[in-house]
Each structure stands twice: as C-alpha cells, then as structure tokens.
C-alpha cells in the first residue's frame, strides 16, 4: 500500500507561484508514474501533469503548459508541482496520484492506483 500525502497549497494572487509536494510512503514507488490532477468547485477532476518513473516521459495540459511544472525526487519519494504565472482558474483542489503501471502516461484518472487528500489551491483576482 502506498500513502501519498500533497502538502504546499494556498492562497496567491493572479500572477504569483506555489509550489506542491507529494510524498510518498508505505512502500517505494519505484516504477510508478506520478501525476497531479485538480478539481475545482462543480467541476469533474482533471488531468494536470504527470512523469513517469525515468523521468523520460512527461505530459502537461494544456491549460497548465508553460506554467506548471512537474518534478520527482525518487531517492525521497517525493513529487513536485511548481506552478507560476497563477491564474483565478488554477483554483481547485490538487491531487497528487500513483499509477502501478512501469511507464505508462496516462490522463486518465481510473487507471492511478493511489490518491493523496487533496491540498487547496486558491488564486485571487
């Protein structure tokens, strides 16, 4: 079983940056691709970015490009999620994600396996 655990959200104006951590226990996640998704308020969940194990594959939405960027530390089992040039619509509930499967890349969220609780992100007008 692996635990996730998103921690660095908040409240930032428009234009300004946080940084998320996910970190991971309970078991290694050695192999695993790991992504972020949020949820804003009446919205389904969606895709936001993700890495796979290596580090050779990544993928962003396209709302995010530009801005957001993702990054592992496996050695602490940990994920990263910088995120600049903030925007009232990045406003949501971010969720950090595992997915078993050794190099797949996937914005789907069925097929990641473990879930964090989520840490809020809110950026003002």
């Known amino acids: 079983q692996v635990q996730l655990v998103e921690s660095g959200g908040g409240l930032v104006q428009a234009g300004g940056s946080l940084r998320l951590s996910c970190a991971a226990s309970?078991?290694?996640?050695?192999?695993?691709?790991m992504g972020w998704f949020r949820q804003a308020p009446g919205k389904e969940r969606e895709f936001v970015a993700a890495?796979?194990?290596?580090?050779?594959?990544?993928y962003y939405a396209d709302s995010v490009k530009g801005r957001f960027t993702i990054s592992r530390d496996n050695a602490k089992n940990t994920v990263y999620l910088q995120m600049n040039s903030l925007k009232p619509e990045d406003t949501a509930v971010y969720y950090c994600?595992?997915?078993?499967?050794?190099?797949?890349?996937?914005?789907?969220?069925?097929?990641?396996?473990?879930w964090g609780q989520g840490t809020q992100v809110t950026v003002s007008s």
């Open positions: 994600a595992a997915d078993r499967a050794y190099g797949r890349m996937s914005t789907q969220s069925l097929t990641y396996d473990y």
């Open positions: 890495k796979t194990w290596s580090g050779g594959r990544t």
């Open positions: 309970g078991r290694t996640f050695s192999g695993f691709t």
